[in-house]
């Protein structure tokens, strides 16, 4: 059973950089599809970033395009979201994701593993 476990995170100031990584860990990490969703307060677990599992093509959500990038890497297990020029809006918890079978997906729904989460606070 596949396992995420992930780091990083905690409060930065507007227009700063944080960079979140998650460990997998108990599954063949590179067939795996991995993804980044963020839940603010009040609001759905919304899409963040996604990165296939072999070529590594990436998918943005709108309002995170050309600020946060992901990225992976297969010897280590791990994928990465940096983010930079943070700002209030991106204020939530995040969350790491794993889709067997590699193909990418925005749907919440749609993963099969989650990692326990880890507070993103963007102060003004």
């Known amino acids: 059973q596949v396992h995420l476990v992930q780091s990083g995170g905690g409060l930065v100031q507007v227009g700063g950089s944080l960079r979140l990584s998650c460990a997998v860990s108990g599954g063949p990490f590179s067939s795996n599809a991995m993804g980044w969703f963020r839940q603010a307060p009040g609001k759905e677990r919304e899409f963040v970033a996604v990165?296939?599992?072999?070529?590594?093509?990436?998918y943005y959500a709108d309002s995170v395009k050309g600020r946060f990038t992901i990225a992976r890497d297969n010897a280590k297990n791990t994928v990465y979201l940096q983010m930079n020029g943070l700002q209030p809006e991106d204020t939530a918890v995040y969350y790491c994701?794993?889709?067997?079978?590699?193909?990418?997906?925005?749907?919440?729904?749609?993963?099969?593993?989650w990692g326990q989460g880890t507070q993103v606070t963007v102060s003004s």
């Open positions: 990165i296939t599992r072999s070529i590594g093509i990436t």
């Open positions: 994701a794993a889709r067997a079978g590699g193909i990418y997906s925005i749907k919440v729904d749609d993963y099969d593993a």
